[in-house]
């Protein structure tokens, strides 16, 4: 059964730091693209940042420059680290998982999804 456990989330002042975590099991990790997505209070789900199995990294707009996405296939474990973080950025995180080696910025293009993990940054 595949799983993903976010962690991490948490509280911040803005211009502070978080780090995310995503631990995966149950499918071929390295294989597939991986993908941060987050959810604010009454807005659609969006795309924040995606990683392929080779690594390469794609970021929205709103987060480029501050946001980094890494994977770590041996611990078939994903990361965001967050720096710089802003009020706007405060929303649910999911981390998700597409059975192709080529990422998207569609939520709908993804198979797996975690819980989520809450970030929370103040002014």
């Known amino acids: 059964q595949i799983q993903l456990v976010e962690s991490g989330g948490g509280s911040a002042q803005a211009g502070g730091s978080l780090r995310l975590s995503c631990a995966a099991s149950?499918?071929?990790?390295?294989?597939?693209?991986m993908g941060w997505f987050r959810q604010a209070p009454g807005k659609e789900r969006e795309g924040v940042a995606t990683i392929t199995g080779y690594g390469g990294t794609s970021y929205a707009d709103s987060v480029k420059g501050r946001f980094t996405i890494s994977r770590d296939n041996a611990k078939r474990t994903l990361y965001l680290q967050m720096s710089m973080l802003e009020p706007e950025d405060t929303a649910m995180y999911y981390c998700a998982a597409r059975a192709r080696w080529n990422c998207s910025w569609y939520a709908v293009h993804y198979n797996y999804w975690g819980q989520g993990t809450q970030v929370t940054v103040s002014s």
């Open positions: 149950g499918y071929t990790y390295s294989s597939y693209c």
